[in-house]
């Protein structure tokens, strides 16, 4: 199956074994974010959640 990552655009190709393979199946406008992007969303929730002190 084909699907398309909500934030840079890039178009892969996932298998069943895929995480969120079931939930866009059955839903294909659901966002998908490819590995970097769902990195990168991770990595900014972690900022988020432990920003940096003040000096
Ligand atoms: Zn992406």
């Given amino acids: 199956m ?7 655009g890039k ?5 069943k074994i895929h ?3 079931a ?3 059955k839903n294909q406008s659901a966002p998908y ?5 769902s990195f ?3 990595t900014q929730a972690k900022e988020a959640q432990f ?3 003040p000096i």
Avoid at 2 to 8: A, I, M, P, R, T
Avoid at 11 to 15: C, N
């Fill in 2 to 8: 084909q699907v398309k990552c909500s934030l840079c």
């Fill in 11 to 15: 178009v892969e190709e996932i298998t």
């Fill in 19 to 21: 995480k969120d393979y």
């Fill in 23 to 25: 939930k866009l199946a």
């Fill in 33 to 37: 974010f490819c590995e970097y992007c």
């Fill in 40 to 42: 990168r969303v991770k």
């Fill in 51 to 53: 920003p940096p002190k």
